[in-house]
């Protein structure tokens, strides 16, 4: 059973460029959620992914935008690089919730290592 | 605002036990998880407290008092490999979005 899978695993891009990173759900899943990851902090919620629309957003610009496939696999995409968007971005994935009962386990993936220079 | 409060750092040895506390602030609350993440990977999932108690798994027990906002992460005999970065998160709304505090680094040493 394949896990969360994100590509590409590093990346290193300049000021002002544009960035896609991509991420596959576990199986069974149909949700997806984005983190990104400064060094020494915690993962912050950028968005969340579910039946092809964006259904939560965290406090990030316009920049940062998404896409969800009817395969369930989804981009990230940042727009207008700068230099403090270098960090570890995080694809989790999860089962919608429908109701009492959910165990709340997002799985992640292995993450994309950007650096913006 | 939101906010999760943890301990920057725990140093313990083989064989022993350790306690991470998390206390948390957030507008809304569905449960309280644990991951770990070891230093370039990905944040693995350990457990989840959505009631009040404990629950344990293996050598890994969580703890939830939602009348406090507290929880705690117990590892018990402790393993060189339990050194990484401890996480708590908060649901925070009905969507699965998650609130992480800034994590406790755990050093085991011999």
């Known amino acids: 059973d394949a896990g969360v899978t994100q590509s590409p695993t590093h990346l290193i891009k300049t000021r002002g460029q544009q960035v896609t990173l991509r991420c596959s759900p576990k199986s069974g899943h149909d949700t997806v959620s984005w983190y990104q990851q400064a060094l020494g902090q915690g993962p912050q919620f950028i968005f969340q992914y579910y039946e092809e629309e964006e259904r939560q957003r965290g406090n990030f610009p316009d920049r940062f935008s998404g896409h969800q496939f009817p395969n369930y696999s989804s981009e990230l995409n940042v727009n207008a690089l700068l230099l403090g968007d270098s960090a570890l971005y995080l694809c989790a994935s999860s089962i919608r919730d429908r109701g009492a009962g959910s165990t709340d386990t997002q799985y992640f993936g292995p993450g994309t290592r950007l650096t913006v220079l | 605002g939101q906010s999760l409060e943890q301990p920057s750092e725990v140093t313990a040895v083989e064989g022993a036990i350790v306690q991470i506390n998390c206390t948390y602030q957030t507008s809304g609350f569905y449960g309280l998880s644990w991951y770990q993440q070891h230093d370039g990977g990905a944040p693995t999932f350990l457990s989840y407290?959505?009631?009040?108690g404990l629950e344990e798994t293996g050598r890994f027990s969580s703890f939830l008092s939602r009348s406090d906002s507290y929880g705690y992460l117990l590892l018990q005999e402790l393993q060189m490999k339990d050194s990484a970065s401890y996480f708590c998160?908060?649901?925070?709304?009905?969507?699965?979005?998650?609130?992480f505090g800034t994590g406790t680094r755990l050093l085991v040493s011999p």
């Open positions: 998160a908060v649901r925070d709304t009905g969507f699965q979005k998650l609130v």
């Open positions: 407290n959505a009631l009040d």
